[in-house]
């Protein structure tokens, strides 16, 4: 059974920073994409950014050049690094990843997690 746990998030003022990490585990073969997905209170989820299995990259626009995505094959976890905070970035922040089992291949999600931006 495949697991997907995250940590991080919390309240930041604007222009903090914040760190997410969410690791997989159980009986994984290998994981494909993986990504970051957040949805604000009466809008969809949407994408914030992913990241390839070999490390490429994609990031809403709204994030560029503050969010950074991570990954570490060999741990099976991702991070999202969360800098220059914004009120608009206020969200619960989820985490998912393709995971190939022995069997078949799914999409897993993680438990979301509130990071609110406010002073």
């Known amino acids: 059974q495949v697991r997907i746990v995250g940590s991080g998030g919390g309240l930041v003022q604007p222009g903090g920073s914040l760190r997410r990490s969410c690791a997989a585990s159980?009986?994984?073969?290998?994981?494909?994409?993986r990504g970051w997905y957040r949805q604000a209170p009466g809008k969809q989820r949407e994408l914030v950014a992913a990241?390839?299995?070999?490390?490429?990259?994609n990031y809403a626009n709204s994030v560029k050049g503050r969010f950074t995505i991570s990954r570490d094959n060999a741990k099976n976890t991702v991070n999202l690094q969360m800098n220059s905070l914004k009120p608009e970035d206020t969200a619960v922040y989820y985490c998912?990843?393709?995971?190939?089992?022995?069997?078949?291949?799914?999409?897993?999600w993680g438990r979301g997690t509130q990071v609110t931006v406010s002073s």
């Open positions: 998912n990843a393709d995971i190939v089992e022995h069997t078949a291949r799914n999409t897993y």
């Open positions: 159980g009986n994984i073969v290998s994981i494909y994409d």
């Open positions: 990241i390839t299995h070999g490390g490429t990259t």
